[in-house]
């Protein structure tokens, strides 16, 4: 029986070592960490490399199931792929030991309210959302496309919009958009053959 550990955090900013030490603690051969949000299962690299890896007789351990999934689907998915393979689901801070039946329930239980938990953090960020629109300080997403440059590269280097986007690496449609937020439309001071460049 091997015993491997999952380690991690949501943002680049945070750190993981208290939960490497703490899955060194619980003797895990093996420690895989990353920095990925919790809300999607998508993107968590390191979790498919151990669900891919782990034999039956193996475990894995986190530190807390809200590490491991936010959602009871995604946790129910994991816990069923791990059972398919004969492998055991523990935590180090909570009673969690999918080899038990009490493990189990108690796992249950975390998984609904970790998927409440997350649910109401989405219900908040709307309202602040909502609130400060309504006082108009809201200001959204940076934009992630240089509007100037666009049209810098429209005006002083006469460039068309299919050239443009290639130059920025940027959907045609965006440029054709920015253009026309700007001029009014898109042949202004460019000249109609400029997509040719």
Known sequence: MSVYGYARVSTLEQDLSIQRAALKVAGCEVIRAEKA???RRDGHTELQVLLDFLRDGDALIVTRIDRLARSLKDLKDIVHELKAKGAALKATEQLVDTGTA?????LDMLGVFAEFETNLRRERQLEGINA???RGVYKGRKPSIDAAEVIRLRREEKLGPAAI???LGIGRASVYRLLGKHNGNVSANGGGNADQA
């Open 37 to 39: 949000s919790g809300t």
């Open 102 to 106: 009490a493990g189990k329930a108690f």
């Open 132 to 134: 400060a629109k309504a």
């Open 165 to 167: 986007a290639r130059r």
